[in-house]
């Protein structure tokens, strides 16, 4: 129900500034000269080609940043640390990490981008931030004491993940 919200008010939204844009266009084109800049008539199939085409993009972008979600990941278990790698290449693969409570955790990231942006890792609720060497392996360990959603990211804050930390009976990855 709550995505239908969103998708209605941003289609109401579109439809405001389109009608409010025409309506000032209209009226500025009404009281200026047009001596500087004449109109350019389109044909009426291109102007619905390249009004489609925009609404194509901002639903593309809508789906892209709403609704898309990423697999999971479950953090497979070797001698009693949950490991998992991650690639780190224009953002983290897989970006969401199931994980078990009260057991510990070694996160391996593999950086293969060379942004400046991704040459460091921080996971601010269990204080590490971490430099990321280029076509390197680099583990971060610790124990989730709680469970709950914990977020990573880069240095700028631009590229996120998400360690998933379940009870052992809650383990499903979604």
Known sequence: MHTKQKIWSVIISLVLILG????????????????????????????????????????????????????????KSHQGIQEVEITVDGGYTPDRIVVQVGQPVRLNFLRKDPSSCLEKVLLPDFHKAVDLQLNQITSIEFIPKKTGEYAFHCGMNMFR???????QENSSVH
Do not use: C, M
């Open 20 to 75: 409010i844009s025409q309506y000032s266009y209209a009226k500025i084109a009404a009281t200026e000269s047009t001596d500087k800049f004449p109109r350019i008539e389109q044909p009426l199939p291109l102007k619905l080609l390249v009004t489609l085409g925009g609404l194509a993009l901002i639903g593309t972008e809508i789906w892209w940043f709403l609704f898309s979600k990423t697999k999971a990941q479950k953090a």
């Open 161 to 167: 993940g998400v360690l998933a930390v379940n009870h």
